[in-house]
Structure formats: structure tokens, C-alpha cells
């Protein structure tokens, strides 16, 4: 069972906006910060929001004021609300649960152990 399914991904024109969503299973949802990253071809993996288990946020700088990480605990969904898009946002985008290594930062990889396996997200000048 994949723990953790991401969809909302697409092609938008620079300033559109797109809202990705990350379907969990309830063990790795509870009591569990989870987080946006993303990567595109050719570069490192980087966090772009997370939220934790107290609905506390975190952003990338390249992204504060553009997207908004939120959660539905009934849905066991995270979501995250991207506006303005711009070119370099384009990317994949995975969710990420369970963070287990709080000396890592909220943003960083390794600091979880569940992965989607990703939705594409395509922006055009």
C-alpha cells in the first residue's frame, strides 16, 4: 500500500494557480508534521512548506506569500494552494510524512521516512 498519493499536478501559464493534494493513510497522518518538496531536472530536492502536528507553517522563501500549505485531518489530506506561478516553479512535487529526525530542519528530506511518488507541475512563460 502506497502510504501517501499526491495528485492537482498540470500545466498552467505564468500567474495561474494550481492546488496539489496528498491523500495519507491514518498511521502516517496523526501526530506527524508533513511537507511539500519538490524537484526539478537536474537539481536537489527542496522544501517548499510544511505544516506540523500543531498547524504551525513553514515556507521556502521562493515561495512565501505565493503558496499555502493546509490540512484536512477528516480527509487525511494535505493540500497545497500554489498562486502566481512562475516558471521556476516548475518541478515535481512530492509530499513527505512522519518526520522522525527532529535534528533535521522541518524543510528538510531526510527528516521523513514516507514519500508519494509525485505530481507534475509545468508553468509557461
Known amino acids: 500500500q502506497v502510504p501517501l498519493v499526491e495528485s492537482g499536478g498540470g500545466s498552467v501559464q505564468a500567474g495561474g494557480s494550481l492546488r496539489l493534494s496528498c491523500v495519507t493513510s491514518?498511521?502516517?497522518?496523526?501526530?506527524?508534521?508533513m511537507a511539500w518538496f519538490r524537484q526539478a531536472p537536474e537539481k536537489r530536492r527542496e522544501g517548499v512548506a510544511a505544516?506540523?502536528?500543531?498547524?504551525?507553517?513553514v515556507y521556502a522563501d521562493s515561495v512565501k506569500d505565493r503558496f499555502t500549505v493546509s490540512k484536512d485531518t477528516a480527509k487525511n489530506t494535505l493540500y497545497l494552494q500554489m498562486n502566481n506561478l512562475r516558471p521556476e516553479d516548475t518541478a515535481m512535487y512530492y509530499c513527505?510524512?512522519?518526520?522522525?529526525?527532529?535534528?533535521?530542519?522541518?524543510?528538510?528530506?531526510?527528516?521523513?521516512?514516507?514519500w508519494g511518488q509525485g505530481t507534475q507541475v509545468t508553468v509557461s512563460s
Open positions: 505544516i506540523d502536528r500543531f498547524g504551525s507553517t
Open positions: 513527505a510524512a512522519d518526520r522522525f529526525d527532529f535534528n533535521l530542519g522541518i524543510l528538510h528530506s531526510s527528516a521523513y521516512r514516507y
Open positions: 491514518g498511521v502516517t497522518y496523526s501526530g506527524s508534521s
